[in-house]
């Protein structure tokens, strides 16, 4: 193993086991799924290789928003007939009145979906 290589290793974050709970969590990972065990190494490589991206050398470059400038090519807007809002939430599984409801993302306390069916 090089010097150089040795002195990145030594500078890496050590990924806890409650640092990766918690981007289990966030990222509403199942922690049981097959493969989970890995993760940890493959943590540890992301921030490996962002920290070889912390010393490359960007003096004098221009930061970009977009690497491609895309053109909006905008087509005409042409009423038409729409959903009354009963059509519309014919097929909605979960509503309440006339609006659609989704489960809650984050923060959802226990296995339920955040929703109260009543």
Same mark, same amino acid.
């Given at each position: 193993?090089?010097?150089?290589?040795?002195?990145?290793?030594?500078?890496?974050?050590?990924?806890?086991?409650?640092?990766?709970?918690?981007?289990?969590?966030?990222?509403?990972? &199942?922690?049981?799924? !097959?493969?989970? +065990? @890995?993760?940890?190494?493959? *943590? #540890?490589?992301?921030?490996?290789?962002?920290?070889?991206?912390?010393?490359?050398?960007?003096?004098?470059?221009?930061?970009?928003?977009?690497?491609?400038?895309?053109?909006?090519?905008?087509?005409?807007?042409?009423?038409? &007939?729409?959903?009354? !809002?009963?059509? +519309? @939430?014919?097929?909605?599984? *979960? #509503?309440?009145?006339?609006?659609?409801?989704?489960?809650?993302?984050?923060?959802?306390?226990?296995?339920?979906?955040?929703?109260?069916?009543?």
């Amino acid at each position: 193993m090089s010097d150089e290589h040795q002195k990145r290793q030594a500078h890496i974050q050590e990924i806890t086991g409650e640092t990766l709970n918690k981007v289990i969590d966030l990222a509403r990972l &199942d922690p049981l799924a !097959p493969g989970m +065990a @890995l993760q940890k190494d493959h *943590l #540890k490589k992301i921030l490996e290789h962002f920290r070889v991206l912390r010393h490359v050398n960007i003096d004098g470059m221009e930061p970009t928003i977009v690497v491609n400038h895309p053109i909006l090519h905008l087509r005409a807007d042409e009423i038409d &007939d729409t959903f009354t !809002p009963d059509e +519309a @939430l014919s097929n909605a599984r *979960l #509503k309440f009145e006339q609006y659609f409801l989704s489960p809650k993302v984050l923060g959802a306390e226990g296995p339920d979906d955040g929703i109260d069916n009543k």
